[in-house]
């Protein structure tokens, strides 16, 4: 399958921003973002107050932090969620013409989840999904094809 397959351009705000898959790149990653599994098989996503729309826990890596120390706080400040193992899925490149680049991870990883959720950032809604109500329910998951993708990649991860 050809990369191009993997390059998708998002119409925000209005400007342009591209994504474009960069596979296992060894690179520096600014963010990282969580498949994020519980016991039961679901898989997390998280939104604001509004609760439209649904992506990915995750976020910035602050100065001094690993990829997989970043993963884990994100995943808590977000969710109330404990980051039990995770698994590097591979590396996209967002270029916005505001922001400039980033360079983003995605891991698949198993979490529990804490039985209270008490909201104190941007997020405040939590929500559990079937991987076959996944792409359906994450906002960017029908429309750009790395989504499929990755989603079997962390399938993939959780049957090991």
Known sequence: MGSEKFIHTWHFENR????????????????????AFTPEGKILLVSD?????????GGGIEAGETEEVAL?????EEAAATLHSAERLGVQQADDPLVGRSLQAF???HVSLAETFEPEHEISVR???TPEDFL?????????PKAEMLLNRALDFMQQ
């Open 16 to 35: 342009n921003i591209t994504f474009s898959w960069l596979g296992n790149a060894d690179v520096s990653t600014d963010r990282v973002y969580a498949f």
């Open 49 to 57: 107050a509004r609760g439209a729309e649904y992506w990915l826990p």
């Open 72 to 76: 884990a706080r994100e995943l808590f």
């Open 107 to 109: 891991y698949a990883c």
């Open 127 to 129: 929500r559990l999904v």
């Open 136 to 144: 359906d329910t994450l906002f960017w998951g029908r429309d750009d």
